[in-house]
């Protein structure tokens, strides 16, 4: 049985603890900021360059710091260093301060040390920014007082500074859930798993799952844990690993005594009491998002918001931006944006939602894909491959025996003019990129919206 790690660290109770932040985007202002206005002395250093209206924020809020430059000698001087999650745990920085034996923490773990809010943390390889919208959607259209964060929206601990929530739902990633101490939701969410990221755990995919399950490390009897019955991976670590909150499932392949199910046509969750309603009624397409809508549904109740309120929230939730975005109809072919898409078995969920033959536009930074896994759905609903990126050639020679037609492209206005022009009255065109951006765009956000701005062009 695999126990979690017991974690000893410095207390909070000392007036002069020094804090350093490491990492001056959304996160490590948010953290150095809170820091601040609980009177502890706090620096923050990045070694690239903050933008701007970062570093007039932190200016106005008389943060010291620097960028471009880690002061070495100021960082491993600190009492507790709070780590952005962009920075990578094999920097030669983040190495020595595990050497010297100082607490470093993400920012979800410091900003939880100064709130009594309850917290609903979820994460998982697919489905997590989706997940974590609706629950906050549906806990907000209740009328709780709710915040925000994580990976997501406004930073958490800037939050916990200015706000006086009595809930946060936060989308967590593997890496923030790296550097959690204390860390402890009062419900904590594990949607699915896949191989993602494998580079930053020694290309081990038990290891990356292992920092996923960190989320419900510190739970408790009183908290509750709601994973995916489905997930083989999920699965296999749960018969090695001692969890103490109360665990609640979900399946869209089975029925359950308790917890989030498919029975027929609807979604159901039976706990005390049991809700269902029609899969028909979700605004949200695709297998993936029925297990989603069950996960969310969950945590509704757990919370006891009552059936009517939840089965509003399901019927008129707005999918996020870039996560399977409608974007128009023009001629009769639907466009959809699955931007954010990055990895294989996020396509694979978009592309089993496409009802009508589609011309999938796939491609950007590989990150090692195996597009088995996506074979025999290709071969079934695409009907032509518009590949966009600097280096087409993997993605070509995977499906050049499978799809007659096959295009290379490098510019986001290329991908969307062949794809008009394959694309019949009945058909869609799906941006879901299997692929990171950062060869031809700034980020998935970048690119997604090239791709709204192009297919609106010529509408």
Not at 54 to 67: A, D
Not at 142 to 170: P, R, T
Not at 272 to 286: D, N, Q, T, W, Y
């Amino acid at each position: 049985m695999i126990r979690f790690k017991l974690r000893i660290f410095q207390s909070l109770n000392q007036n002069d603890m020094k804090i350093v932040v490491l990492g001056g985007g959304e996160s490590g202002c948010g953290a150095a900021y809170l820091a601040k206005k609980q009177g502890l002395e706090v620096f923050l250093s990045d070694q690239g360059s903050i933008k701007d209206h970062y570093k007039q924020f932190l200016t106005e809020n008389e943060i010291e710091f620097e960028e471009e430059n880690h002061n070495e000698e100021k960082i491993l001087n600190a009492d507790w260093i709070v780590k952005s999650p962009g920075i990578p745990k094999k920097a030669d920085i983040i190495h020595k301060i595990h050497d010297k034996g100082i607490r470093l923490s993400s920012e979800i773990e410091f900003a939880s040390e100064f709130t009594d809010a309850k917290i609903i943390a979820i994460t998982g390889s697919n489905g997590k920014t989706t997940t974590t919208s609706l629950i906050y959607y549906i806990l907000k259209n209740d009328g709780l007082n709710v915040g925000l964060g994580g990976n997501i929206g406004y930073s958490f601990a800037k939050q916990v500074a200015d706000e006086k929530y009595d809930y946060y739902v936060l989308e967590v990633s593997s890496f923030q859930l790296d550097d959690i101490q204390n860390f402890r939701p009062y419900i904590s969410l594990l949607l699915n798993l896949s191989q993602d990221h494998l580079d930053q755990y020694n290309y081990n995919y038990e290891e990356y799952a292992l920092a996923k399950f960190r989320i419900t490390e510190n739970q408790e009897n009183d908290n509750f844990f709601i994973y995916n019955k489905d997930d083989e991976m999920s699965k296999n670590i749960l018969e090695k690993l001692e969890v103490k909150a109360k665990m609640i499932p979900f399946s869209t392949k089975e029925k359950l005594p308790e917890g989030g199910f498919v029975d027929d046509e609807n979604i159901v969750v039976k706990m005390k009491e049991k809700f269902s309603m029609k899969i028909e009624e979700l605004s949200l397409l695709g297998n993936h998002n029925v297990a989603n809508s069950l996960a969310a549904s969950i945590a509704g109740k757990i919370l006891e918001i009552n059936d009517e309120s939840i089965r509003n929230s399901l019927m008129t939730f707005q999918a996020v931006e870039h996560r399977l975005e409608f974007v128009t109809e023009v001629d009769g072919v639907k466009y959809i944006n699955d931007s954010k898409a990055t990895n294989v078995n996020a396509t694979y969920y978009a592309l089993e939602s496409m009802k009508n033959p589609t011309v999938w536009i796939v491609g950007g930074v590989d990150k090692g894909n195996d597009y088995t896994e996506i074979e025999e759905l290709v071969k079934r609903k695409v009907k032509a491959i518009v590949c966009l990126g600097i280096d087409n050639d993997k993605i070509i020679n995977f499906f050049r025996d499978k799809k007659e037609f096959i295009y290379d492209t490098s510019s986001m206005e290329e991908a969307v003019k062949i794809s008009k022009s394959l694309a019949k009255k009945g058909d869609m065109v799906l941006l879901s990129p299997c692929c990171a951006s950062f060869d031809l765009f700034k980020s998935y956000e970048d690119r997604g919206q090239q791709f709204k701005e192009q297919v609106l062009k010529n509408k």
